[in-house]
C-alpha cells in the first residue's frame, strides 16, 4: 500500500497569509494524486486533481504542484471560508490511501 | 445537480450487518466507477471499495475483505455496500463517491455505530 504522509498536522493562519501544505507518497505516484477540503460535518470536497489541476467553480487562490512522490498544496491569500481540514489523496494505486490531513485554524 | 444520497446507517452489535444505499442523481450513474470511502469519528478519511460500471471489477480495503460486499443497480440508478460481522472500528460516517480514483462529487454520509 502506498502510505501518504502530510505536514504540518495543523497550523494557524490568518486572513491574507499565504499556507503551504505538503504531502508525501511512500512511493511514486506520478501525477496520481488529488486534494480535498472538508469542514466540519460535512462531505469533502474536491479541489485540486491530477496533482495541479484547478476543480472547476474552485477558486484560483488554491493550487497544487509535484510529482512522483511529493507534493505542495497552496492557498495564495487565506480566505475566512478557507478554514478547514486538507486532505490529499492518491490514486496511482489500490487501495486508494489518503494523509492524514491538515487542519488549518484560525490565528 | 450531482447527489448522491446514502441511507441505511444506524446502531448495530458486533458481529452484526448493515446494508448502505446509496442513490444516485443527476448523471448518467452506468457510466461512472463509484466508491465508499469512510470517517471513524474525529479521524480521516478511509477508502473501502469501489465498482466498474458494470460490476465487473470491484476492489476492498483489507481491513473490510470478507466482510463487506459492494454492488451496484443500474437501472435503479443505486449503489450499495453490505456489511457483516462488524466490528468496533467500522464505527464511522460512510460516504457514497462518485468515481474509482477521483472523488468528485460526494454524498452527507451515513452513520454507522458498531457497539453493544
Known amino acids: 500500500d502506498i502510505q501518504m504522509t502530510q505536514s504540518p498536522s495543523s497550523l494557524s493562519a490568518s486572513v491574507g497569509d499565504r499556507v503551504t501544505i505538503t504531502c508525501q507518497a511512500s512511493?511514486?505516484?506520478?501525477?496520481?494524486l488529488n486534494w480535498y477540503q472538508q469542514k466540519p460535518g460535512k462531505a469533502p470536497k474536491l479541489l485540486i486533481y491530477d496533482a495541479s489541476n484547478l476543480e472547476t467553480g474552485v477558486p484560483s487562490r488554491f493550487s497544487g504542484s509535484g510529482s512522483g512522490t511529493d507534493f505542495t498544496f497552496t492557498i495564495s491569500s487565506l480566505q475566512p471560508e478557507d478554514f478547514a481540514t486538507y486532505y490529499c489523496q492518491q490514486y496511482h494505486s489500490l487501495p486508494r490511501t489518503f494523509g492524514p490531513g491538515t487542519k488549518v485554524a484560525i490565528k | 445537480e450531482v447527489q448522491p444520497v446514502e441511507s441505511g446507517g444506524g446502531l448495530v452489535q458486533p458481529g452484526g450487518s448493515l446494508r448502505l444505499s446509496c442513490a444516485a442523481s443527476?448523471?448518467?450513474?452506468?457510466?461512472?466507477?463509484m466508491s465508499w470511502v469512510r470517517q471513524a469519528p474525529g479521524k480521516g478519511l478511509e477508502w473501502v471499495a469501489n465498482i466498474k460500471q458494470d460490476g465487473s471489477e470491484k476492489y476492498y480495503v483489507d481491513s473490510v475483505k470478507g466482510r463487506f460486499t459492494i454492488s451496484r443497480d443500474n437501472a435503479k440508478n443505486s449503489l450499495f455496500l453490505q456489511m457483516n460481522s462488524l466490528r468496533a472500528e467500522d464505527t464511522a460516517v460512510y460516504y457514497c463517491?462518485?468515481?474509482?480514483?477521483?472523488?468528485?462529487?460526494w454524498g452527507q454520509g451515513t452513520l454507522v455505530t458498531v457497539s453493544s
Open positions: 443527476g448523471f448518467t450513474f452506468s457510466s461512472y466507477w
Open positions: 512511493q511514486d505516484t506520478s501525477n496520481h
Open positions: 463517491a462518485r468515481g474509482g480514483s477521483t472523488f468528485r462529487y
